[in-house]
């Protein structure tokens, strides 16, 4: 069942930035996708909706919900896990703690699975978006509260972030393989060439007579930076806020 007001026809990028420079190397061609337009604020509150579809996303590796509300609205939201079509959902401080239900976060008891969640009051839902994954709150202490993410890091968030009930479905979305070329190219992923089967002007790990690997004691990248160096900066505004790191 299509929306077509909630979908619109975006202009592929191909990898390059505002400037039309390539930023990320091998992206291009590709099936060609409409972005559909989630509510990831839910910002519809006090008015429930009823689940009339649940979609495939191509830009997204979790099922979408089409959502019909009773003022005769549409939005399309994350589906969670075992929401089913015909099931009522809804945005409020009051709403049952149920899937699909949108409350803020000091409304939500500890140990629920939640996702779509905000990392700053009324910005909208910014983490945990993504096929199978949940956070849980852990407690709740003057105006936060502690929340694990998938990632295993506890962090602090604000009682008065919202967030959606439930854990998101397509579970076994990470299992997926791709099977053969066609699968990465119709997701726009061009092929890769290795570094040390280029030349010495392409790349770092290049030239060499045969099979010479990369001739250093550890990889670098195209430009020269070594890998699996720490790129978050060390005094950055949410340090505070984060109790346990994932790693």
Known sequence: MENKQLKIMVGKRQGRDSKGRVSVRQRGGGSKRFLRMIDFKRDKKEIVGIVEAIEYDPNRNVEIALINYSDGEKRYILAPLDLKIGDTVVASKEAEIKTGNSLPIEKIPVGTPIHNLELAP????????????????LSKEGSFAQVKLPSSEIRLFSLDAWATIGQLGNIGEKFKKLKKAGDSRRRGIRPTVRGVAQNPHSHPHGGGEGRSGIGMPGPKSRWGKRLGKKTRKKIKYSNRFIIKRRK
């Open 122 to 137: 009324n910005k909208g839902g910014q983490i945990v978006r993504s096929a199978g994954s949940l956070a849980l709150i």
